[in-house]
C-alpha cells in the first residue's frame, strides 16, 4: 500500500530535529526561541501522534490481508480493520487542515460601547465580565490595561490582554478560542434607565488581536511616534489624577491612536499603549501580507453599528443567537457567567467544516 500521506515525512523530521534542540540546555536561555519552538513541537505532536496511528492501523489491514490469503478465518477481521484505518486516515487529513498560524497566541481584546448610550457601555461591561470569566474556567490570566468607565458602571471602551499558561496546542490557543469574538454583539433587553419597562436594543463592539510576543517582532521606529500626555479622567469625565499620567500614542505612519490611563504611572500607561499599539500593528501587518487574514479581520467590527451583528444577546427570552453558525440556545444566564464554551465551538466547527469543503485556502 502508498503511503497517501508522503508529505508528512518532512514535517515528521522537523519534529525530531525539534526535539534534539529543545534538549539542548543553551536553547532555553533565549525564552523567546524556547518558547516558539515549544509551540511548534506541541503543533507538530498531534501531526506525527496521529501519523503514527494511521501508520499502525494500515499495518493492521495489511497483515490481516495478507494472513486472510493463507487463513480465511482473518478475513472476518478485514472490515473492521479497514474501517479504523479509514477512520485514522480522516482524522490525519484533519489535523493537517493549515491552521492559523496565530491559533496558539495570546489575544489583546477590546469592548467598545457603541449605540445605545448609558445601555450600550452597561452590556459593554456584561461582556467584558463574561470575557473574564471565561479566561478564568480556561485558567487563563487576564490583565485590564485599560479602561473607561461610566457613572453608572459601565465601560465606554476597555482593553484586556488574555494569556494561557505554559505553550498550550494551538488548538487550545487563546487567539484559537477568541478570534471568532470580534464583531458586533446586540442585546435586547429593559434597561435598569428605562422606567417604561420597553424593551430597547443596542450594541457593542468587540475587536480581537493576537498578542505581540516579542518586541522585535512588530519594530517601532519611535520617530514614527507622537505621545501626548494628559490628566487621567473618570466617570463623568471627572479628573482622577492630578498628575499627567494618562497616555495617547499616535502611530503616524498608519494614524493608529491608543490611549492608556488605568495605571497611576505614565511609564506604566506608556509600555500598556505601545502593547496594544504593536497588537493592532500586527494585525494591519497581517491583513497587508495575507488575503485569509485580511478576510477574517474583515469579519470584525470596524463601527458598532448593529446590521453588521455577529451575535444577539435576548435577556427576555434568555437566548443568545450566533448569526454566523446558527447556533441558538436559552441559556442567557450562564453564557454571561462564563459557559461560552458552546458557542465558540459552534465557530470552530463551521469553519473547520469549510476548510474541509475547501472553502479555506
Not at 476597555?158 to 496546542?169: L, Q, R, T, W
Not at 480581537?208 to 521606529?221: A, G, K, N, Q, Y
Request: aromatic share 6%.
Amino acid at each position: 500500500m502508498t503511503d497517501p500521506f508522503a508529505a508528512v515525512h518532512p514535517l515528521l523530521d522537523e519534529y525530531a530535529d525539534i526535539e534534539l534542540q529543545l534538549q539542548d540546555p543553551s536553547v532555553h536561555t533565549d525564552a523567546g526561541r524556547a518558547k516558539k519552538l515549544g509551540r511548534r513541537f506541541a503543533e507538530l505532536g498531534r501531526v506525527v501522534a496521529a501519523y503514527h496511528a494511521w501508520d499502525a492501523a494500515k499495518n493492521d489491514l495489511s497483515a490481516a490481508e495478507e494472513m486472510a490469503a493463507a487463513d480465511p478465518e482473518f478475513a472476518a477481521e478485514i472490515p473492521a480493520l479497514r474501517e479504523a484505518a479509514d477512520a485514522k486516515a480522516a482524522d490525519l487529513r484533519t489535523i493537517l487542515i493549515p491552521r492559523d498560524p496565530d491559533d496558539a497566541r495570546d489575544v489583546i481584546l477590546e469592548v467598545k460601547a457603541g449605540e445605545g448610550g448609558d445601555e450600550s457601555a452597561l452590556f459593554a461591561g456584561d461582556l467584558l465580565k463574561m470575557y473574564l470569566k471565561y479566561a478564568e474556567q480556561q485558567g487563563w490570566s487576564t490583565q485590564i490595561l485599560d479602561a473607561t468607565e461610566t457613572e453608572l458602571g459601565g465601560y465606554k471602551d476597555v482593553s484586556v490582554a488574555i494569556k494561557a499558561k505554559g505553550n498550550p496546542d494551538p488548538e487550545n490557543g487563546v487567539w484559537a478560542h477568541l478570534k471568532y469574538e470580534g464583531g458586533v454583539h446586540r442585546v435586547q433587553r429593559v434597561p435598569t434607565t428605562e422606567s417604561q419597562g420597553r424593551i430597547h436594543t443596542s450594541a457593542a463592539g468587540v475587536l480581537v488581536f493576537p498578542e505581540v510576543e516579542e518586541i522585535t517582532e512588530v519594530p517601532i521606529d519611535m520617530n514614527d511616534l507622537r505621545i501626548d500626555v494628559y490628566h487621567s479622567s473618570g466617570p463623568g469625565g471627572q479628573s482622577v489624577n492630578t498628575t499627567d499620567s494618562a497616555v495617547r500614542i499616535t502611530h503616524i505612519p498608519t494614524g493608529t491612536v491608543v490611549t492608556c490611563q488605568n495605571e497611576k504611572s505614565q511609564l506604566q500607561n506608556k509600555e500598556s499603549a505601545l502593547r496594544i499599539l504593536r497588537a493592532r500593528l500586527l494585525a494591519v501587518e497581517r491583513e497587508a501580507a495575507d488575503a485569509e487574514v485580511a478576510a477574517a479581520r474583515r469579519s470584525q467590527v470596524r463601527t458598532v453599528d448593529r446590521s453588521e451583528r455577529i451575535r444577539t444577546y435576548n435577556f427576555p427570552e434568555n437566548r443568545i443567537a450566533d448569526h454566523r453558525t446558527g447556533f441558538k440556545a436559552y441559556n442567557l444566564d450562564q453564557v454571561l457567567a462564563g459557559d461560552l464554551g458552546p458557542v465558540i465551538q459552534s465557530a470552530i466547527d463551521a469553519d473547520e467544516a469549510a476548510r474541509l469543503a475547501g472553502d479555506v485556502e
